[in-house]
Nanobody, 116 residues
Framework: QVQLVESGGGLVQPGGSLRLSCAAS????????MQWYRQASGKGRELVAT????????EYAESVQGRFRISRDNAENTVYLQMNSLKVEDTGVYYC?????????WGQGNQVTVFT
């Protein structure tokens, strides 16, 4: 079955960096685009970044453009989210996402807290 296991969240001060990882299994990873979403407390889930199946293209939410970078290693079945110049408003739970056959699969979520 599909499994998405995230790691790498934590606490950081504004301007700091974190890298999230999502290890995938149970499907042909290299055949599918992957996404990162986030959800702030009391708000809906927001698409942060998406990457094509071969890693050649990516798209970002305007709020993270130029600060975050999504990447993937198809040999390791892993997708990453490098987050730089973090802001307080980046605080939330970050989720790795696969959409396959119109069904969404989610990782367990990883808390990122940017505090002053």
């Amino acid at each position: 079955q599909v499994q998405l296991v995230e790691s790498g969240g934590g606490l950081v001060q504004p301007g700091g960096s974190l890298r999230l990882s999502c290890a995938a299994s149970g499907f042909s990873f290299s055949n599918y685009p992957m996404q990162w979403y986030r959800q702030a407390s009391g708000k809906g889930r927001e698409l942060v970044a998406t990457i094509s199946s071969d890693g050649s293209s990516a798209e970002y939410a305007e709020s993270v453009q130029g600060r975050f970078r999504i990447s993937r290693d198809n040999a390791e079945n892993t997708v990453y989210l490098q987050m730089n110049s973090l802001k307080v408003e980046d605080t939330g739970v970050y989720y790795c996402n696969l959409n396959r056959f119109r069904r969404d699969y989610w990782g367990q979520g990883n808390q990122v807290t940017v505090f002053t």
